[in-house]
């Protein structure tokens, strides 16, 4: 057994960080919760540099990671996951997991051929290497890069104690969002749809040369209508333990939807504290103060865009018409 190993695997401190499926193996890294909070997301970018340490997939369980009450927030991309995902970071409550990594390699094996029964194995150890507690009584709330959404079903039939929150933002809010963010936003939306397609998730009954002819917010729209179609199916499935919003559903009133969300995951979640909190007042990417003034003025940028994403936010609501799809998700978390 390698030295060490059941220390690093009970310790949570020890990220599960990456996996290897050539090797079957898992990549620890060592990530201390003021760090956790510190990191816009729990990649190379954000972490403080340092050597994994790798462990056989079979050794790491074998040391019986311990186990906490695990939920998540699944999402579709700029509608302030980010930003719930530090809310719900309250020592001796709950500890808030920002885009782990090691669930994006299972989507990039998956496009690669990995076999559903593998993809499924190793997907329930990765759920259980994340859901170490952080200090006891905690629970652990994961927020997956929106990627990982073509997993989402699998992981909650895979944890069946587990609940989850479907955020979104409005259609015209996201394609907004990415109006505004110029030739990265439009590279960003692309990239997504390519994974999609790869991952099998991408919206239905459309030919490769459609998905090439459409315009980059056009682009936008039908990889948000892929992603909203998996979460009415989730809300579907799942309707006990599955809830919906939106962002301006959140930023209307964060201190009902904070109690809400403490509800939903059996937390003891103060809303009007953390409403009034810095989670609320900081641009959870960026840093600096981002009140809803400050929100307002960055979407001030979208003037130039408007005709275009009226038009294309139109298009896609009669591509969702076509397809049964209704844009107002069920099972609102408020109300």
């Known amino acids: 057994m390698t030295p060490n190993t059941p220390m690093i695997v009970r310790d949570a401190a020890w990220l599960a960080d990456r996996y290897d499926p050539e090797h079957d193996a898992v990549h620890f890294r060592h990530v201390s919760r003021e760090a956790h909070r510190a990191a816009t997301f729990l990649t190379d970018e954000y972490l403080p540099a340092a050597p994994p340490v790798v462990v056989g997939r079979g050794e790491t369980m074998a040391a019986s990671p311990p186990q906490a009450p695990l939920h998540f927030i699944f999402h579709s991309a700029f509608c302030c996951s980010t930003l719930l995902a530090r809310a719900v970071d309250v020592p001796r409550v709950a500890m808030?997991?920002?885009e782990p990594v090691v669930l994006n390699d299972l989507v990039g094996w998956k496009a690669r051929g990995a076999s559903a029964a593998d993809l499924t194995s190793v997907?329930?150890?990765?759920?259980?290497?994340?859901?170490r507690p952080f200090a006891p009584g905690e629970a652990v709330v994961v927020k997956p890069s929106n990627v990982v959404n073509g997993l989402a079903s699998a992981t909650l039939a895979l944890r069946p104690t587990a609940r989850a929150l479907l955020l979104h933002a409005p259609l015209g809010t996201f394609l907004g969002s990415i109006a505004r963010k110029g030739m990265w936003g439009?590279?960003?939306v692309r990239?997504?749809?390519?994974?999609?397609i790869a991952d099998g998730t991408q919206w239905p009954g459309m030919t490769m040369p459609e998905f090439l002819a459409l315009t980059d917010l056009q682009a936008a729209a039908v990889g948000w209508l892929a992603q909203h179609?998996?979460?009415?199916?989730?809300?579907?499935?799942?309707?006990?333990?599955?809830?919906?919003?939106?962002?301006?559903?959140?930023?209307?009133?964060p201190a009902t939807a904070m109690t809400a969300?403490?509800?939903?995951?059996?937390?003891d979640l103060d809303g009007p504290a953390i409403a009034a909190g810095p989670a609320f007042r900081a641009h959870a990417k960026f840093g600096g103060a981002f009140d809803t003034a400050a929100r307002a003025a960055a979407r001030a940028d979208e003037a130039a865009h408007a005709d275009e994403i009226d038009k294309v936010t139109r298009w896609a609501e009669v591509v969702a018409a076509g397809a049964g799809l209704g844009l107002r998700?069920?099972?609102?978390?408020i109300g």
């Open 191 to 196: 990239d997504l749809l390519v994974k999609q």
């Open 123 to 131: 997907l329930n150890d990765a759920l259980a290497l994340l859901a």
């Open 186 to 188: 439009r590279l960003w």
């Open 329 to 333: 998700l069920p099972a609102p978390l």
């Open 229 to 253: 179609a998996i979460f009415a199916r989730m809300a579907s499935r799942f309707p006990d333990r599955v809830r919906t919003t939106d962002s301006e559903t959140l930023l209307a009133d």
């Open 261 to 267: 969300l403490g509800r939903l995951f059996g937390l």
């Open 96 to 98: 808030g997991m920002k």
